[in-house]
């Protein structure tokens, strides 16, 4: 199904130095930037295998709820990798109710 919602959107451009420019690309080319909340680790591995095929950009966000399972410190690390590797993947972290209510503790 990830396959299926990142192919239709229009390619952007293929790097990015910060992801004020992939918002500023999708905002002047009126293209949709995918976001996905990841809840495990098999989730954030079928994205990041579709953004490495397409290499189109996209978000991966995080809830308070979801971060008993896939602890915020862990995707964080995930996404720098990706980004390391020349893949466009960038974290979105405003989905807590209030400022680091999407961390988790441990």
């Known amino acids: ?30 293209t949709a930037l995918p976001s996905f909340n990841i809840d495990t680790f098999e989730i954030y591995q079928a994205v990041e295998s579709v953004v490495k095929e397409l290499n189109l950009p996209c978000l991966v966000q995080l809830s308070e709820g979801e971060d008993k399972f896939i602890q915020a410190e862990r995707l964080f690390m995930l996404v720098k990798k990706a980004q390391t590797d020349g893949l466009p993947i960038y974290l979105n972290m405003d989905h807590g109710k209030k400022p680091r209510s999407s961390f988790s503790s441990s």
Request: aromatic share 16%; net charge positive; no cysteine.
């Open 1 to 30: 199904m990830v396959l299926v919602l990142m192919i239709y959107y229009p390619p952007l451009k293929k790097y990015y130095e910060n992801p004020k420019q992939v918002f500023t690309d999708a905002q002047t080319n009126h």
